[in-house]
């Protein structure tokens, strides 16, 4: 069970907006950045926004992130089937003294 | 352009050690802001984080993996390795190398596609 909590999957039909969202803990999201990483099966991941709400090179403007507190978000405006892939949050953590991952979201489009 | 490319046994033993190399194309491994690091993901699951290094040899590893784990570069080739000790069915995974840059985010902005380890008798 991974130290930062996503719902295991969400879903949404074409050009609806979806919400994934990454709950921590004060020595982690409270304290560090977030990243958030898109993987499509059989693939490797790919870095989707950075520094909480910075998207990556080439990432559609549909897709936005956000931080507060301990807990942060991923948005997926104007879905697409495409988007259909595994979400995952990512940030650092003080108190290991390592980097964490979470557990991974599932979107299915509808 | 940057590539990287995880390689090494498909099948390990049980108790035995699973070692990749990753080999990286178009960037310098003593590049003084990059970091390189080890992922792995079990089949089915989610992300982990093994370990990064910085080719001087300072390292952040897994506190949960660290005293089986080890992370070497080798600045000659190139390549930077993983070495996990006394594996079991729990280390079965595919494992990716990706370059790490802790000073623009902690983000891992490039990967390799990965290789599949299974851990077997």
């Known amino acids: 069970q991974s130290v930062l909590t996503q719902p295991p999957s969400v879903s949404g039909t074409p050009v609806q907006r979806v919400v994934i969202s990454c709950s921590g803990s004060s020595s982690n999201i409270g304290s560090n950045t977030v990243n958030w990483y898109q993987q499509f099966p059989g693939t490797a991941p790919k870095l989707l926004t950075h520094t909480n709400n910075q998207r990556a090179s080439g990432v559609p403007d549909r897709f936005s992130a956000s931080k507060s507190g301990t807990s942060a978000s991923l948005a997926i405006n104007g879905l697409q089937s495409e988007d259909e892939a595994h979400y995952y949050c990512?940030?650092?953590?003080?108190?290991?003294?390592?980097?964490?991952f979470g557990g991974g979201t599932k979107l299915t489009v509808l | 352009q940057l590539h990287l490319q995880e390689s090494g046994p498909g099948l390990v033993k049980p108790s035995e050690t699973l070692s990749l190399t990753c080999t990286v194309s178009?960037?310098?491994?003593?590049?003084?802001?990059?970091?390189w690091a080890w992922i792995r993901q079990p089949p089915g699951r989610g992300l982990e984080w093994l370990g990064s290094m910085y080719f001087s040899g300072t390292s952040y590893y897994n506190p949960s993996l660290k005293s089986r784990l080890a992370i070497s570069i080798d600045t000659s080739t190139n390549q930077f390795s993983l070495r996990l000790s006394s594996v079991t069915a729990a280390d079965t995974a595919v494992y990716f190398c990706?370059?790490?840059?802790?000073?623009?985010?902690?983000?891992?902005?490039?990967w390799g596609q990965g290789t599949m380890v299974t851990v077997s008798s």
């Open positions: 990512a940030t650092w953590d003080d108190t290991l003294n390592g980097q964490l």
């Open positions: 178009g960037d310098s491994l003593t590049t003084n802001t990059h970091y």
């Open positions: 990706a370059r790490w840059k802790p000073y623009d985010g902690r983000i891992f902005d490039m």
